[in-house]
């Protein structure tokens, strides 16, 4: 498939410029390209030459376990909703009190578990704040 044309002609890289680098100067070249969001070496070429700003992501690792927590509570929370919307469905659809006692005792449970995993969050929530925002 064709890329599309563009219409405006100044955009256009007709203009090859070659040249020869360094292994260092490459390497420092390959690790801006793959740090940034550029696609290649000559775009990160041209960024440098335009004098336009690059744009690096890093990932910060100290951040994978509290989110990996997170990410089961949410699962956990979600679980648990799910159970509450059953058993609001069987409580709705019940006949006797004793039978809409039962379903109404098991969502308390329900709501009880949701208050533990919601301070869960809020302690792993509280640790990144004191990490990142230096908050006492």
């Excluded at 648990?80 to 069987?90: E, F, R, V, Y």
Aim: hydrophobic share 40%.
């Amino acid at each position: 498939m064709a890329r599309k044309k563009t219409a405006v002609e100044e955009s256009l890289l007709t203009c090859p410029v070659r040249t020869r680098v360094t292994q260092t100067t490459w390497n420092k070249l390959k690790k801006l390209q793959q740090e940034s969001g550029c696609q290649s070496i000559g775009e990160v070429a041209r960024m440098i030459l335009a004098n336009e700003q690059i744009t690096c992501f890093y990932k910060d690792v100290s951040l994978n376990a509290p989110m990996e927590e997170m990410a089961l509570i949410r699962k956990e929370l979600k679980t648990i909703g799910i159970n509450i919307n059953q058993q609001t469905k069987w409580f709705h659809l019940s006949k006797s009190d004793a039978q809409r006692g039962f379903y109404a005792l098991k969502t308390a449970q329900l709501y009880q578990q949701v208050g533990g995993k919601v301070e869960e969050l809020l302690v792993i929530i509280n640790r990144l704040a004191e990490k990142w925002l230096h908050v006492s």
